[in-house]
């Protein structure tokens, strides 16, 4: 009888905690969707405060497990796994094609043939009109800037109350963020450079910068920045902050009733260009996201099926689209290092998203090629990083754990690139 009550305690607890679970879930997405305020285009700003109080407790924060050793303040972390090591490989980075408030919608061109080429690959003339969401030209002149320039107001905006949207004192903006722990600044910067080492240009530029008392860049908001508790040189990241975006829901192929994006897929050559070029987009999120280990995105969507049979027929976390068509993957904080140290979690839903597409892009997928051949995506990731981030060694790098855990995961890609080659190899 003891054990009995036992057992049905113990399910009673379970079931608590996943109601739990779910209505911070829920009470997140609702947060951050207001806060965002998608606009439609030509409209206003997407990001807009929200009330403090309610963010304390979020489905991220229960999330986030403590890292030991990891103090967000100014002192260095004893483990950074940085070298002395010469840096050897030049950076590229990418910005809004020209100016984003000239961004248009796309004129959608007259196809040239198959939307595939050699089975699993989109075919040649997509990978021709794909569009650089951010240019290289653009991005370094934001940079160049935003390190130069003061800011002069902080407020509520971007994400969780510990986030905060800045403005210049030009009038432009952008997205700080401090995390819940440093774990989750590091994640989103090295979340950005990996992009640029596989070529994706989807991801907003971003700088890090540290809150040094003596900062003339700060000084106009110590008082808010104190008001927030933030540490004393603490390092926090800034993105860019753009306008005019809307939301984007998760396309029919890759929700979960469907049998995927695959070569086979009825209905594929049907589509127009504006379409294909956006499922495109989508192929790398998903290689990307399963690289990084993103629960915050579509694998949140998919957790999520168990109580909400109709999450993925609204807009996808974390995901915008600009008025001429283009994807930007924002808020990258659980990637790498957060999505890395919960990883058992979550990683039956990232193999179940991964295992839905076998249609790549090329570029990303010799890329992918390379990295797992070489084995050196650690050492390529670190002199990226080093080369383009003054404050690189004040938040520091990956673990050697979490460097052979992105290796890994490389590899697992690769190995499920050529398992769709195979498949589709009549084609």
């Given amino acids: 009888m003891r054990v009995l009550t036992a057992n049905l305690f113990a399910v009673l607890l379970m079931c608590a905690l996943a109601s739990v679970f779910y209505v911070w879930s829920a009470l997140e997405d609702r947060l951050e969707r207001h806060k965002r305020r998608f606009s439609v285009p030509g409209g206003g700003s997407f990001y807009q405060g929200f009330p403090e109080d309610l963010s304390a407790k979020t489905f991220r924060a229960l999330l986030a497990v403590p890292a030991p050793q990891r103090p967000h303040s100014g002192g260095r972390p004893e483990s950074r796994n940085l070298t002395n090591q010469p840096v050897s490989i030049g950076s590229r980075y990418y910005h809004v094609n020209g100016d984003n408030k000239r961004s248009t919608q796309r004129v959608d061109p007259v196809k040239s043939g198959s939307p595939l080429d050699n089975g699993i690959f989109w075919s040649d003339w997509l990978e021709d009109i794909v569009p650089v969401v ?218 179940s998203v991964l295992g839905s597409v076998c249609v790549f892009r090329k570029r990303t997928t010799q890329r992918v090629a390379e990295l797992h051949r070489r084995r050196d995506s650690r050492q390529r990731l670190l002199e990226l990083y080093r080369d383009s981030e003054p404050l690189s060694q004040e938040l520091g790098f990956l673990s050697d754990e979490h460097a052979r855990v992105l290796q890994d995961r490389i590899d697992r890609l690769y190995r499920h690139i050529l398992h769709c080659k195979k498949k589709y190899s009549q084609l």
Avoid at 171 to 176: E, L, S
């Fill in 134 to 351: 951010f240019t290289d030209e653009y991005s370094r002149a934001w940079w160049k800037k935003t390190r130069a320039s003061r800011v002069v107001k902080l407020e509520p905006g971007c994400g969780r109350i510990s986030n905060q949207l800045a403005t210049f004192a030009d009038g432009t903006k952008a997205c700080v963020r401090y995390g819940i722990n440093a774990d989750q600044v590091q994640g989103e910067t090295l979340t950005y450079y990996l992009a640029n080492l596989l070529g994706i240009t989807n991801l907003p530029p971003l700088i890090l910068s540290q809150l040094n008392g003596d900062s003339e860049q700060w000084a106009a908001v110590r008082t808010r920045i104190d008001s927030l508790q933030w540490s004393d040189r603490a390092v926090v990241s800034l993105t860019e902050w753009i306008s005019n975006l809307t939301g984007v829901v998760t396309p029919a192929p890759l929700r979960q009733e469907s049998s995927g994006l695959h070569p086979l897929l009825e209905g594929l050559r049907n589509k127009t260009t504006a379409e294909l070029l956006e499922l495109m987009q989508w192929t790398d999120l998903i290689m990307f996201d399963y690289l990084t280990a993103n629960f915050d995105r579509l694998v949140s969507n998919l957790f999520s099926l168990q109580w909400d049979s109709h999450v993925m027929e609204r807009d996808t976390n974390n995901l915008l689209r600009t008025p001429r068509g283009d994807l930007v993957f924002i808020d990258n904080e659980a990637g790498l290092v957060h999505g890395f140290r919960v990883l058992n979690m979550w990683e039956k839903y990232h193999n």
